[in-house]
């Protein structure tokens, strides 16, 4: 009797969408993902974090409105109006892009702390996709603007462990261009140097555009060095270093681009 196929897993890729005008192409930048493998999953999680949703009603959130020279007020009907059409706006965003890849989908609207949220979406997925809280509010504005980003992408290797992954990914993300990818790598895994090529050249279709090795960063050290980056999109193994409370909170302070968490990945 001939044994029956392994049954295939299905890959789940969250993308966490916020009430700013991005959610496209937060999407568009995810698409590269997908790929060819229909055993994919495209999960969006419309977060509506409770801060925000508080903040609208007090008077400085009006005032600094008027201070950044937006053209009107944001109250909070207007709030609430404008947070149920990008909701609506990004839910029909993220079923146009599954249709298109032929893989399935799904859509959650949740409510509570964004910290909270992304660690739960992190756990259930093999990789989270988010904007720092930062650019979430910028784009909420009444005048805020969407429009294409540019710019590198950047991947942190911490150790060879967690390599795969995030490298794969960003290859893909980057739609085979090495040039467009530039990897940081921790003094500790340089040191390993015959082990990290062989990796390079197994994973990767060529060598990055650009390699850069960090005598042994801190959270400071390496954020810094992220943004020296100019990153259109930065890539991180989703180990329990990267996604303490603590960094979590200063790369959402400091970074203006999408964040891609990897949990587990490959070709």
Same mark, same amino acid.
């Given at each position: ?26 999407? =568009?930048?995810? /698409?590269?993902?997908?790929?060819? =493998? ?20 007090? #008077? ?16 909070? =009907?207007?709030?609430?109006? /404008?947070? /149920?059409? +990008? ?27 964004? &910290? ?9 997925? &093999?990789?989270?996709?988010?904007? #720092? ?5 910028? @784009?909420?504005? #009444?005048?805020?603007? $969407? ?26 993300? @980057? ?14 895994? @340089? ?18 555009? +650009?390699?850069?090795?960090?005598? &042994? #960063? ?9 943004? /020296? ?10 180990? $329990?270093?990267?996604? +303490? ?23």
């Amino acid at each position: 009797m001939q044994a029956n196929p392994p049954e295939k897993v299905t890959r789940r890729i969250a993308v966490i969408l916020g009430p700013g005008r991005s959610s496209r192409n937060l999407l =568009d930048m995810a /698409a590269p993902l997908l790929g060819k =493998d229909r055993a994919m999953e495209m999960q969006g999680l419309f977060v509506e974090e409770a801060e925000l949703r508080h903040a609208a009603a007090l #008077p400085f959130v009006k005032e600094l409105c008027r201070v950044t020279f937006s053209v009107r007020e944001f109250n909070s =009907d207007q709030f609430e109006q /404008a947070l /149920a059409l +990008r909701m609506r706006t990004a839910q029909r965003a993220l079923g146009l892009l599954a249709r298109r890849a032929g893989v399935s989908h799904s859509f959650r609207n949740v409510r509570g702390s964004a &910290d909270l949220l992304l660690r739960e979406a992190v756990n259930q997925s &093999d990789i989270t996709i988010f904007e #720092p809280a930062g650019m979430l509010a910028a @784009a909420m504005g #009444p005048g805020a603007r $969407s429009g294409s980003r540019s710019g590198r992408i950047v991947v942190y290797i911490g150790d060879l462990e967690t390599v795969a992954g995030p490298l794969v990914a960003a290859s893909q993300l @980057a739609q085979g261009d090495m040039r467009r990818i530039s990897v940081l790598v921790s003094r500790r895994t @340089a040191d390993e140097r015959l082990e990290l090529e062989k990796l390079l050249r197994s994973l990767l279709p060529s060598r990055p555009g +650009r390699m850069q090795v960090l005598a &042994d #960063p801190d959270a400071e050290s390496l954020i810094t060095s992220i943004r /020296a980056e100019n990153p259109g999109m930065l890539v991180l193994a989703a180990t $329990s270093a990267m996604l +303490r409370a603590e960094f979590l909170a200063d790369l959402s302070k400091r970074l203006r681009c999408p964040i891609c968490l990897v949990r587990f990945w490959g070709n």
